[in-house]
């Protein structure tokens, strides 16, 4: 069993910078940041791989979003910067134990998640 703790979420103007971080327990082979906003499918944003440490960004994140982990702390992180109001949602952290994937960002490759946590990006 995976347990995920995330944390970092909060409001922010436009423009504005936002961490978060996922705390892991337990063997993963892949991590992610998934987000979702009322009436939608859950969203990829990123993707990470435990031990070689690749990532996967999607086209509407990428350049402003780093993935990043430290693998001693066995945590996860998610650095926003150039935070625009269409990136408001509620963002969870997704892992899973197996090599085989569907795809970069397909939540249904994600066995365990976290609670969510709110990101509100006001204009």
């Known amino acids: 069993q995976v347990r995920l703790v995330e944390s970092g979420g909060g409001s922010v103007q436009a423009g504005g910078s936002l961490r978060l971080s996922c705390a892991a327990s337990g063997y993963t082979y892949r991590m992610a940041w998934f987000r979702q906003v009322p009436g939608k499918e859950r969203e990829g944003v990123a993707r990470i791989l435990s031990r070689s440490g690749s990532t996967y960004y999607s086209d509407s994140v990428k350049g402003r979003f780093t993935i990043s982990q430290d693998n001693a702390k066995r945590t996860m992180y998610l650095q926003m910067n150039s935070l625009k109001p269409e990136d408001t949602a509620v963002y969870y952290c997704?892992?899973?134990?197996?090599?085989?994937?569907?795809?970069?960002?397909?939540?249904?490759?994600?066995?365990?998640w976290g609670q969510g946590t709110q990101v509100t990006v006001s204009s």
């Open positions: 997704g892992a899973n134990t197996a090599a085989a994937a569907l795809g970069p960002l397909d939540a249904r490759d994600y066995k365990y």
